[in-house]
């Protein structure tokens, strides 16, 4: 059973820069949530996506958008890079209707952003 | 979604039970407890959940107070393995909804 994958592993880009993160669920779930980790914190929740849809968004700007496949996989695109943006980006996936929904998340891509 | 406050740091000899403290003294009768773990720079993972009774399965056991203010995470018989951030959150069920991380327990497990 094929648990939840993120490519890339790491990423360096420059400030100004636009850059595309990639996730499959795990088998058998329909919704994928992005969360954001900077170091030394707790993963911030940054947008969720279920048919396709965003469906819930967390504190982040315009900046950051996403998109969701018919095979449920997951994008989430940054524009216009800063510095601040360097982090580890996670995706977690669920499936809704579920007593619990409880996600399950990917390894990560570590961004860089110089 | 209902804060949770966790001590920052404990410590535990290896082969000893690691008890685990969450206070949720907000929490709402439809929000569960989660609990997840993060091992340096890999991906959160899932430990175990409930409601309002006692649960376990194979990693851990989660007891919560009958008025569900508060829990504990019970690793039975921790390893060096179990080092990590243990994160407890609260979040309603069978919506999907967003995980509310805090700044989690850092677990050192020592010889």
């Known amino acids: 059973d094929a648990g939840v994958t993120q490519s890339p592993t790491h990423l360096i880009k420059t400030r100004g820069q636009q850059v595309t993160l990639r996730c499959s669920p795990k088998?058998?779930?329909?919704?994928v949530s992005w969360y954001q980790q900077a170091l030394g914190q707790g993963p911030q929740f940054i947008f969720q996506?279920?048919?396709?849809?965003?469906?819930q968004r967390g504190n982040f700007p315009d900046r950051f958008s996403g998109h969701q496949f018919p095979n449920y996989s997951s994008e989430l695109n940054v524009n216009a890079l800063l510095l601040g943006d360097s982090a580890l980006y996670l995706c977690?996936?669920?499936?809704?209707?579920?007593?619990?929904?409880?996600?399950?998340f990917g390894p990560g891509t570590r961004l860089t952003v110089l | 979604d209902a804060k949770t406050t966790q001590p920052p740091s404990m410590d535990c000899a290896e082969g000893r039970a690691a008890n685990l403290p969450c206070n949720h003294s907000?929490?709402?009768?439809?929000?569960?407890v989660y609990w997840y773990r993060q091992i340096h720079s890999q991906g959160p993972q899932y430990i175990i959940h409930?409601?309002?009774n006692n649960e376990t399965n194979e990693m851990a056991s989660l007891i919560i107070t009958e008025d569900r203010k508060s829990s504990t995470l019970i690793l039975p018989h921790a390893t060096l393995r179990d080092t990590a951030v243990y994160y407890c959150?609260?979040?309603?069920?069978?919506?999907?909804?967003?995980?509310?991380f805090g700044t989690g327990t850092r677990l050192q497990v020592t010889l």
């Open positions: 409930g409601l309002k």
């Open positions: 907000t929490i709402s009768g439809n929000e569960y």
């Open positions: 977690a996936s669920s499936l809704v209707g579920q007593l619990t929904d409880t996600q399950y």
């Open positions: 959150i609260v979040s309603v069920g069978g919506t999907a909804s967003k995980l509310t």
């Open positions: 088998s058998g779930h329909d919704t």
């Open positions: 996506y279920y048919e396709e849809e965003e469906r």
